[in-house]
């Protein structure tokens, strides 16, 4: 007998599996399931999640400059729109550094 599959079964794409990979570690990045991550857990997050990417964050200097950069104001939980503008900032870092690589411009991206 053959293995049956669902015709119904939804099939995400690589894009949507890593977005839905960012929400659910920034969640559990706090044992609580807090809505924001304090400082030292958004930084034990990004550590262990983005270490190549953001070196940066590994001292206190690092982390509060990064926090700045992201607009979180100094007492404050880490919001994921905090963090969002961490991951758009870094695929549009990646992304140019891909297009150099490649040699491809996007029309729109410049256009931004």
Known sequence: MGHKTNPMATQYTDLELAINTLVKNFHSASPTNADTLTAQEFQSMISKELPT??????????????????NVEEGKGVAFKDFWRLVDSLATAQFGLLSKEKQVKCVKCSLM
């Open 53 to 70: 990417m953001v070196k940066t964050a590994g001292d206190q200097e690092g982390l509060n400059k990064l926090l700045t950069d992201m």
